[in-house]
């Protein structure tokens, strides 16, 4: 593939300054890159309570709750999309109870716009946030927070000194893998994506289906490649690899 | 915070607090709702009478369910997808037990790269993957190839297999493996006597999550399934960007009902795992 990228039939770099050239590839890299940090965001916003839940409750009732994070994860993608076409769109399950309520008038545009797709990626993502935040705080000893009751720290200040800072380990490993997998994202912008919602894998999709250039998409891939690999490399300098996977060797 | 002894909470347990603690509980419980929701709704409008979407359903009818079973397009689909999903779990467990083994027992240079190495098709972006498998396998005409598939999904699948599999390795004492080879026993024995017993949950369930991998597997499958190796994924997005109708949905509860299925006995396999393992441990 990296091959192939300055290969057009013979060598050159023509590909690669394509991307540069052309704004609209620039505006879809943008875009790309927003989307993801926006979703990555409301993943951590979302999944942090629930991973906080997960560590301070009995054994047996985060079981429990760990099926409603699982079951979401080993479903198809492709049917929690169709689900969130079915709940979102023009005669979904939003608006016909919205009409019904009388709340609005006219059925409100709920799909194929970017709003969609971040609700649909944040759903995707979440659990991927959730295991390796629940695999870090179930590591803290939770006599330290007692040690800060005792001494005398309210229950908010207790968290924000002493726990917080303690499961910034699992924040970092959860923001990262969540990024890392935004920003190869397909499917989600695919389906509940509006015109506006091009992403660069859709591109290379585009490239190889419609537009027959097989270079060019390589040479998308290739900077996909390339930016993943950089942001990876750098985190995993501050986090160890092995937090990710909530396992090490 | 209830789980902390009385005599540390009962001083702050003051009503501000409590309220806190119920914005806190109604968040939680509104996200599990977000994550859960999505995932049961399909179910109702899989029965419905109407064709188009609506909900609630107005009347009750199995006949998305007959189109699905009734309709050649996507029974063979189905087929494609369960036999890819058979061979790429064998494929996988065949690749990824001796590796998890290598990895885990093995005392050499690098494990610990190798070991990343392995796991990267697990963050790397699937449709990089897609686009490299495609040109490689286009260039040999093997687009619409059913094993062309099985191959491509092995990549993403031996990852999970290895995971599975070397924790299970490392959950039980190797003492057991020295002891099996005091007595006598070589090496390939030991493994087939003493180590796959106690591995065998780990490894069932990696197999089937290397299954289901394969089964729900869509990026790839968009770019490789041509027209003969039409998946069940595939069939449901080109089905998605055709027709929604809610022959989609009927499969879509069937596939969820799938995931739940593999989950028990994933969580089965797991007791029993444990339980082995605890029996060993009384013995000892």
């Known amino acids: ?249 | 915070m209830n789980e902390y002894p009385g005599e540390f909470v009962k001083t702050y347990d003051t009503p501000k607090i409590s309220s806190i603690e119920i914005l806190f509980y109604t968040f939680c419980g509104l996200i599990f709702l977000f994550l859960i929701l999505p995932i049961f709704i399909v179910f109702p409008i899989s029965i419905s009478s109407s064709k188009y979407l609506e909900f609630p359903p107005r009347g009750l009818s199995l006949q998305w369910y007959r189109n699905f079973f009734g309709a050649k397009e996507w029974v063979s689909a189905t087929l494609t997808s369960i036999q890819i999903a058979t061979m790429t779990s064998l494929l996988a467990s065949l690749l990824g037990i001796p590796t998890a083994l290598a990895l885990t027992r093995g005392k050499f240079k690098g494990t610990q790269f190798i070991y990343s190495f392995l796991l990267s098709p697990m963050i790397l972006p699937v449709i990089v993957i897609a686009l490299a498998v495609y040109l490689h396998f286009a260039r040999l005409h093997l687009v619409g190839n059913v094993y062309a598939l099985m191959l491509a999904h092995t990549v993403l699948a031996v990852p999970i297999v290895l995971i599975t599999v070397s924790s299970s390795l490392q959950g039980f004492d190797q003492n057991l493996e020295h002891a099996a080879m005091n007595l006598g026993a070589n090496r390939i024995k030991t493994f087939f006597k003493v180590t796959f017993p106690l591995i065998k949950p780990g490894v069932i369930s990696g197999a089937l999550f290397a299954f289901i991998t394969s089964f729900d597997e869509i990026v790839i499958a968009i770019f490789l399934s041509g027209s003969q190796a039409i998946t069940l994924p595939r069939r449901m997005w080109d089905s998605i960007h055709e027709e929604i109708d809610p022959t989609i949905a009927a499969v879509s509860s069937l596939l969820i009902f799938t995931s739940i299925l593999l989950l028990l006995s994933v969580a089965i396999l797991r007791r029993r795992g444990e339980r082995i393992r605890g029996e060993l441990e009384n013995r000892s």
């Open chain 1, 1 to 249: 593939m990296f091959i192939i990228s300055f290969m057009d039939p013979t060598f050159t770099l023509r590909n690669y300054i394509r991307i540069y050239q052309r704004p609209v590839y620039i505006m879809v890299i943008l875009n790309t890159f927003r989307l993801s940090v926006i979703v990555t965001f409301f993943a951590l916003i979302l999944g942090y309570p629930i991973a906080y839940l997960l560590s301070h409750t009995r054994k047996g009732v985060a079981q429990i709750l760990m099926i409603f994070l699982v079951l979401p994860f080993w479903t198809s993608i492709l049917v929690r999309m169709y689900a969130w076409m079915v709940i979102l769109g023009r005669n979904g399950i939003i608006n016909s109870l919205l009409l019904k309520l009388g709340v609005i008038s006219t059925p409100i545009d709920l799909l194929f716009n970017t709003f969609s797709v971040i609700v649909g990626m944040v759903h995707f993502l979440l659990p991927f946030m959730v295991f390796p935040l629940y695999s870090v705080m179930n590591g803290i000893d939770k006599s330290l927070v007692m040690a800060a009751y005792n001494l005398g720290a309210t229950p908010f200040k207790a968290f924000l000194k002493i726990f917080f800072p303690l499961s910034l380990a699992g924040v970092g490993a959860g923001l990262l893998i969540t990024f890392i997998l935004a920003v190869g994202f397909f499917i989600t912008p695919a389906l509940l994506g509006g015109r506006r919602d091009v992403v660069i894998s859709m591109l290379i999709e585009n490239q190889i289906h419609v537009q027959f250039n097989w270079a060019f998409a390589s040479s998308l891939a290739f900077v996909l490649l390339i930016f993943t690999l950089i942001i990876f490399n750098i985190s995993s300098r501050f986090l160890g690899i092995d937090r990710i996977w909530g396992g090490k060797l």
